[in-house]
């Protein structure tokens, strides 16, 4: 490949570095209105009423809305494709003001004004009288007997869903298992354990916080431009909140600073829009806080996994069980899908000799809505499986990277339930090179018996991942490309540029396949759903895959209708061209391609025999091939030179674009739109290893070098795919040591929801992140591609966490690994 | 857009107090980092802003002809960090003043705010009260000097009165002559942090550099306001560096003054953790700074000498789990009251 692959520079980073590349807020018209959102300072309860009194006397102030005033519409906000099987939909759980309180922040009033200030005062003057019931902050508290349902319509027990899988038949159970196992082995020789595990509730921490503006025109439009990874999902949650047809809806996305799945969520889109329809539809923007978005957009879940293994003296798995409960928090948002994934993983990872029980809920609690983030589940399932693999070896005394190579998911694996298959298995290749470059086999050895108050550890973490979601929902997504009169083009794809590098892997794409070069090929960055094609998003470390291949069949058509444009010119004595500035380009290309091919003057000129390469037609090679084996059969030396570009070139495409433009003859605007329904999956996998000091009285751990390897398949381009995986193994090393949203059990109300007390690690906290890849070429993606978008923010934490144990002896098994939290477990061990 | 009646720049530290007089519920605000936050966060929402933050004698640094050193209270901490007086004299509140924040903040922020904010955890707020630094207030009737360690009256609160300005920190000679200091901050991570506990350690040797002269240990987040370890300091002075006891006298004896508390931050067994911790490491480096060799210095113990197999031995294999608790499996009802199973 000429152009995949390769390490060009993105597309947007001249825009992003100088600051000239726009963003929401940078669009907003003047005389904008401004909107502040009332949240509820209770946790559990009902709205019985407001005084506004003081409120409306703030000058400025436009109009005030509560949740009495809203459509009486519930609507999901989950950012799947929506399902036209009833019993797959999202849970209609909300509207956009909500007279139930079911969390400390939910939405329940909002202001408009002439500025933020006048807005701000007047939410800070609206009086609210609740009726409060007891929060029920924790997924213990939601299930216990005589917890009040906080969904009374949809679920009575506060359980959004449970789900039941296996691996080793459908019948199988660990019970069973136990037996089956003292029978073959001898119950001398067998063991279990049982741990728990707990993973924290964590915040996106984009860097750009949600944003919309929106207004309704002369004709009832109602465009909302928004900061969001899924703008056609958000476009028909809006009209279902708003209870208008899905085509009264615009959704305009420019850039956008950061999603990680926060975005993969309708936020407030829906009620931006509901505030512009009250004031005559002027515009209005909405913007809340970093403490709002953190407490009440979404979160990663935080799932307890009870976690069970069986295995022998020898160190074999013969079985596993997790029961995981998911907190939710109030509102359903995705569901229990990440729940149900984490599961998935969970079973699939291991080869259990004897099978795999997973057993997971999702529950709705008194607390801030969990949704997607980066990893969708899997961060979780990977903390249980690679805390409790190391805690197996702990015992065995096996050595945890051999006990992963012999243990782990095998080549050729496929998923009995989705059937998703691990097409190009790179993921022992993954551990091999990992182990090597940390130099893992004379760490373990160095770090043995240590004493002192500082140690050393090193630990590793193996993961899997599934590319995109199909068969568990549908994959779709569209691409359309548009020649101009110079032969360059314009690439509009359904698909969204987070700050991944879309943008630029996309025109690779189309690079790759059209001929057409790097730099003349214009991607709109900006999916308006009135005009840009359909596709579902950025979520699932899909668009590379899934929207490549549509940027691949649109790019073989387009390229196709060139080819046969140029056939046109070249076969047809067409009496226009001959009086056209091109005549005698097209002439002289027309004897060139004769002479090359030797074709006889009866021998038409056919499509096949061209190509597209550097902005040129040319003779295709492979016509050039057999054309020089008709002419002579001994002589090969010297082929490439002689069938070079130069060679072959026939004439460059801005003669054709500008011919198919203008023609008297046959006027064409040469353009290709496709939609491709992805019906492939692939595993991609990998590991990390990471080598640590832990300084044991103050509860410090310095890692000391870290490595995540990737089998991802082919890379688009490997500067960004590492770049990629940099931002992931940071949040991975947040979500080991320091990240964690704390709710007061007793109020609901956040601790922490700002970014001084919420911990993301700092530069200074980061140490150097290094990146392999193991690159296999798999037959199902569009260039050899898999998953990388999410893998990366899966494995650090628990490789983390296994080099403290091996440091120290102490499994921590509580994430994130705090400086106290640690403390505690060394005192406790009395190793301080 | 912040939310501010008006915004009166001040001419003069004179001029500043007489705007501050004429509206109670004027704030006065100088680098802004911590004004400005309360304001985003809707606290004082509608004040009236007197800012000192143009007047220039508040940034100077200076010495007198007693030696006495005299910091502005408009000095920026990085403005401290960087100044070769401070470098020369003092430097551990350079270092302390260099913990605070991110460089931006650091450019901005001044040492009067840090430490007529009243709290605890302010980074130059320890180090200022080793030194036995005096505050001094410009009010209507004048100016008046307080020790700053009578400065604080609770989380929050000091004896600045609304109409007060304060001007300048003065350092005595003798309390930082022959002295050297360290200062750890010990935040949940490197940079952007506030101190979950900060302590500070200066020394001076005697002359021959064996022995402990003279000592100050204070800590910032041990409780309500700053506190200094007197008792603490005693108990180490006279001894000799080369006797490892030294770092378990200071700290224990230093255990029995502080008085953190537990909060969501931290709990207080944590805090006592670091307290008695972080008071032997800054002695430590405090004494290498004075010029001594490592070898001179005795080492830190740690009681516990086991090793990372310890643990590990001490979990055998065994059966243990599965054999006590017999078949200990929640059935699908058990463990999911009341749902449904969707398969």
Known sequence: MKVVGKELTRVDAYGKVTGEARYTADLEPKGILHARVLHSEIANGVVKSFDLTEALKVPGVTKIVTCFDVPDCQFPTAGHPWSVEKAHQDICDRKILNRRVRFYGDDIAAVVAEDEVAAARAVRLIKVEYEEYEPIVTVEKALAEGATPLHEDLRKDNI???????MGGADFSFEKAYDEAVEKYGEENVNVIERTYNTPRISHCHLELPVSWAYVDQNGKITIT????IPHIVKLCTAMALGVPAGRIRIVKPYIGGGFGNKQDVLYEPLNAFLSMQVGGRPVRLEISREETISCTRTRHAIEGRCRALFTRDGRLLARKLEAYANNGAYASHGHAICANCGTVFKDLYADELGCEVDCATVYTSSPTAGAMRAYGIPQSIWFTECLADDICQITGKDPCDFRLESCMKEGFVDPGTKIPFLTYGLKKCIEEGRKQIKWDEKRAAYKNQKGHIRRGVGMAIFCYKTGVHPISLETASCRMVLNQDGSMQLIMGATEIGQGADTVFTQMAAETTGISFDKIYVVSTQDTDVTPFDTGAYASRQTYVSGKACKKCGELFRERILEYAEYMLVNEIPDISKTIYAEIVKEAKEKLKAKLGLSEDKDISRSMLDIENDCIVINKDAVDHGAVNNDTTNTSGHDEAFGFEERKLFELSVLADTSFYSLDRSQ???????NHCKENTFASGCCFADIEVDMPLGKVTVKEVINVHDSGILINPKLAEAQVHGGMSMSLGFGLSEELLIDEKTGKPYNNNLLDYKIPTAADTPDLKVSFIQLDDPSGPYGNKALGEPPAIPVAPAIRNAILNATGVAMNEAPMTAERLVKAFKDAELI | MFDIRSFYE???????????????????ISGGTDVLIRLREGKDAGASLVSIHNISELKEIREDENGTLIIGAGASFSDITNNPIVKKNINVLGEAADTVGGPQIRNMGTIGGNICNGATSADTASTLWSFNATVVLCGKDGAREIPVTEFYVGPGRTVRKHDEVC?????????????YGHYIKYGKRSAMEIATLGCVVRVKLSADKKKIEDIRLAFGVAGPTPVRCRKAEEAVKGMDISDASIYEKLSETALTEVNPRSSWRASKEFRLQLISE???RALREAILKSGVLESEVAEIRYKNESDN????????FSRDVYAAEGVYFNDGSAAFPGGENNA
């Open chain 1, 160 to 166: 959004i869903v449970k789900s039941h899988m296996t």
């Open chain 1, 226 to 229: 928004c900061s969001t990874q």
């Open chain 1, 669 to 675: 605007h040469i353009t290709a739109e496709v939609t």
């Open chain 2, 10 to 28: 001040a001419k003069s530290v004179e001029d500043a107090v007489r705007a501050l007089s004429e509206d109670e519920n004027a704030l006065l």
């Open chain 2, 167 to 179: 001007t300048a920190f003065k350092i005595e000679k003798k309390e930082y002559e022959g002295f």
């Open chain 2, 278 to 280: 972080l008071s032997k």
């Open chain 2, 309 to 316: 197999e310890s643990k590990a031995n001490a979990e055998l």
